[in-house]
């Protein structure tokens, strides 16, 4: 069973940033590839972020494109979400999630494709 862990959250202004942590435990994290989505209230879960499990590959929603930066240490079984420009409109819940993959294969981006999540956590930004 693989489970995520996520941390790093807080209270910011807006044009401040934040780094969100997503440790994992259970079976080889190595080989899952990883995602970060949002939820804010009323609305659906939106994808933000994924990284293929070798790190090689690494892709972004439009909107956060610039902002956000996905890597990971799969030596520490973390994966980071570097947050910066951070806006009003970037509050939500952020989730961390896990899908394991054949190696070479591109990273789900719909939530439902991803089989192990986090319980998220919470950045509120403050205009």
């Known amino acids: 069973q693989v489970q995520p862990v996520e941390s790093g959250g807080g209270f910011v202004q807006a044009g401040g940033f934040l780094r969100l942590f997503c440790a994992v435990s259970?079976?080889?994290?190595?080989?899952?590839?990883r995602g970060w989505f949002r939820q804010a209230p009323w609305k659906d879960r939106d994808f933000r972020a994924a990284?293929?499990?070798?790190?090689?590959?690494?892709y972004y929603a439009g909107s956060v494109r610039g902002r956000f930066t996905i890597s990971r240490d799969n030596a520490k079984n973390t994966v980071y979400l570097q947050i910066n420009s951070l806006r009003p409109e970037d509050t939500a819940v952020y989730y961390c999630?896990?899908?394991?993959?054949?190696?070479?294969?591109?990273?789900?981006?719909?939530?439902?494709?991803?089989?192990?999540w986090g319980q998220g956590t919470q950045v509120t930004v403050s205009s």
């Open positions: 259970g079976r080889t994290f190595s080989t899952y590839t």
């Open positions: 990284i293929t499990w070798s790190g090689g590959s690494t």
């Open positions: 999630a896990a899908v394991r993959q054949v190696r070479g294969s591109s990273p789900p981006l719909r939530s439902y494709e991803y089989d192990y």
